[in-house]
């Protein structure tokens, strides 16, 4: 099922840095056990270079910056990154980064960014989106769609903010984004978000497998999904083996035989057969059980 040559779209966590406390991220919820690899590492333009070429990935046709504990705009070569990269690239973003003049310079590239924006005013941003400025996230969404990049304002509905998403839509149709997008989060963690029953499947239908689609941790191991990243991040930091997904990735190796610093990407995926099946619990829950994030989006 998993094969370099048919990879099209690579999620990459770019770093282990944020700016922000938003109560419901991995880095929150988590946050006695990973603390300690917080705010630590970044994935150098060297090692991109290295790992994402037409070689390891000849189908390639987007690299999406969103991890599960990183705000890829903080990365110190994140506009050198883009240049080198040949295909579309896709940056998820709380905005609230750096000056116009850097998000002036990532429209010129003509990419795309989700702006995390959960409200309309400060007040309301800041009920979720802990540490972020209203003011600066509206200066740097202007500074990069005046310059000519592609923007959706992408707002998680909770009970606090939903009377407000019809007042978003419009202003985000004012402000010239190409789209907006609502999130009915499934985490239980984030006990306010609305939330929206995907139905279960009958079997498991692999949501990365069949969006052609794998994941990069800001660690350098490779992933089939985003999902499993979190069951990684919790052995990266605590050394403990307790789930399916987790007992499996140390018996295929560990840390050695999926990380791109000492691996091929072929190499890695030689150990996958059994994501996508009832063997790993976390596939059984997400991707059959359907306990996934309901994405609602439109074109504006
Ligand atoms: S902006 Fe993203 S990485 Fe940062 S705290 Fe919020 S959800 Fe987590
Ligand atoms: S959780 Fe399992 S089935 Fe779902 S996308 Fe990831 S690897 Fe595929």
């Known amino acids: ?26 880095r929150q919820i988590k ?12 994935i150098t333009l060297d090692q991109i270079k290295k790992w994402i070429t037409r ?19 903080l990365h110190p070569q994140i506009i050198d990154i883009i240049d080198y990269l040949d295909c579309d690239v ?24 989700m702006f995390g924006i959960d409200g309309i005013d400060q ?3 800041e009920k979720y989106r802990i540490g972020s400025k209203f003011k600066k996230v509206k200066a740097n969404w202007r500074a990069f769609i005046w310059a000519g990049g592609h923007a959706t304002w992408q707002f998680i509905a909770f009970d606090h903010n939903e009377h407000l998403i019809d007042i978003a839509r419009y202003m985000a149709k004012l402000e010239g ?52 990243n979190s069951e990684f991040l919790q052995l990266y930091a605590t050394d403990e083996y307790r789930t399916d997904f987790q007992k499996l990735f140390r018996d295929t190796g560990g840390m050695l035989e999926h990380n791109l610093k ?4 072929d190499e890695v995926m ?11 619990s976390r596939c059984e829950s997400t991707c059959r059980q359907a306990k996934q994030d309901v994405f609602l989006e439109e074109a504006l």
């Open 90 to 113: 896709n940056i998820s973003s709380n905005g609230s980064t750096k000056t116009t003049d850097f998000w002036e310079e990532l429209g010129k590239r003509k990419i795309s960014v």
């Open 1 to 26: 099922m998993w094969n370099t040559s048919t990879v099209e779209w690579i999620d990459v966590e770019l770093t282990s840095f944020c700016n922000i406390d938003c109560p419901g991220c991995f």
């Open 55 to 73: 070689e390891n990935f000849p189908n390639l046709k987007l690299v999406n910056f969103c991890g599960s504990i990183d705000e890829p705009t």
């Open 262 to 265: 000492s691996a091929e990407p």
């Open 270 to 280: 030689s150990h996958w057969d059994l994501y996508g099946t009832d063997k790993i």
């Open 31 to 42: 946050r006695e056990k990973v603390d300690h690899i917080l705010n630590k590492d970044v």
């Open 177 to 228: 984004f190409d789209n907006f997008r609502v999130i009915y989060s499934h985490r239980e963690e984030s006990q306010e978000s609305k939330t929206i029953q995907r139905p279960v499947e009958s079997e498991i239908v692999c949501k990365y497998a069949n969006q052609k689609r794998i994941f990069i941790s800001h660690t350098g191991v490779m992933l089939p999904c985003c999902f499993v």
């Open 123 to 125: 007040e309301s941003l």
